[in-house]
């Protein structure tokens, strides 16, 4: 069976090297449309902040391909699908047949359209391209971009408050550059915050020397003549409440108005797409079942995943059906856990955290402490977690996380699930009480257990663990808790001697 895998990014990266890991014949080719090798996308901000490299986010070295025996094409995007003769055209004008297609191309950023308001003060119009100045921030490409621009200007505007609008501000900022994060929602990170959690959060960005303002309607991008004459951003226009506009001068503007699933290559090819690409549990698409599609893109029970976690388990399932290892394996849906933590900023948050006190059928638990930038939520229903911020002070994720995730009965002293300790009881996350069953790393579903097996094993440090079990290389919220463990085992293995 020759496979075909379009997307060579975290979820197509991850699902050939799962497919050599359990079948080391089977012809696999990959096309991707960056020309780099796989990177960590999630890394992306730490990368604008100068705190990584572009080579310290690379996922798969590109000497592994040549040793498994793998066809990769970097940099050479697939153009056309023909399912009738199962063939693959690409830019560089071959034609690969397949036998199994996978469709991991992930999704694209959204680009409004932002009128563009011209040097000569002409009247606004929408145009397909972006002046100098302002830029996406998605790719690796892109976030190169923004560092070389950000070498030369004062001023940045982020449009757009969600995680990856935070992120690029934490990246501006950390570059020494003024910055203004502008949000048309009424808080920021509304779909992981409540709005007094976007509150917390706006002091903190504050305290960090990012600005936000709310309920920003951006109407126009201003422009001035470049050296070149071409037009060069100056800053955005704001649409207010009262009917006024107000300009918000920037050097450079970041667009980070959330994504799209990469559907057009399906869509020509004739699948059924709604939001994503409609898949059933075995990854297939409900249209064809010869072409699978994983990741960002595909739409699974209604729901499109854009997290890493949801997207490594799909690649999991599926390599466990192709390479036929594990017959009955389905996916089924995942927990969507979102993580952010950067240089003073943690958070962790989960499940349904829109409800208050006055919602009807759950028991809100909350805490607040704004000059710290700590804010501390959970929600309660039947007994059950159902939903989680924890903002600032993170120390009991991984007890949260742990429950929400096995919807586990929930200790009878509520205060312990916002502050370990209380009652004497440690929290989860200390070794000596976290069970071996207690998952780690969720972006890789890595337990407490596993961790132990790799150091009875040998796995003496966090990166050997780490290269074993590929636990922290997702989003890196674990990275303090699997080098605790570590080091909590080298204490007993010293105390046992």
Known sequence: ???????????????VTELRARDRKVPITVFGAEPQRPYNRILLSNVLAGSARPDHIGLVDPAWYERQEVDVRAGVPVVSIDRRARLVSAADGSVTPYETLVLATGSTAFIPPIPVRHPDGGEASAVDGLPAGALAFRT??????????ARTVRRAVVVGGGLLGIEAARGLVGRGLEVTVLHLAGHLMERQLDPEGGRVLARTLARLGIGSRLNAAVCALGTVPGADGAPVVCGVELALPDGGREFVEADLVVLSCGVRPEVSLAREAGLAVGRGI??????????????????????????????VAPA??????????LAGTEPAARFTGARQITRLKAASIELASMGETHHDDEAEGVEVLQFADSSRGTYKKVVIRDGRLVGAI????????????QLYDRAAALPSERLSLLFGGIGGAEPAGTPLRMPDAATVCHCNNVTKGRIRACWQEGARTAADVAERTRAGTGCGSCRSALEGIVSWLGEQESVDA
């Open 312 to 321: 490594w388990q799909q690649a999991e399932v599926l390599a466990d059906l």
């Open 140 to 149: 690796l490409e892109d976030c190169q971009e923004i560092i070389e621009m």
């Open 1 to 15: 069976m020759s496979i075909v895998v379009v997307g060579n990014g975290m979820a197509g990266s991850r699902l």
């Open 278 to 307: 409609l898949v059933d549990d075995e990854l297939r698409s409900v249209t064809d079942p010869d072409v699978r599609a994983i990741g960002e893109c595909c739409e699974h029970r209604d729901e499109v995943y854009g997290l």
């Open 390 to 401: 924890l903002l600032g002070d993170t120390s009991t994720a991984g007890t949260l996380t």
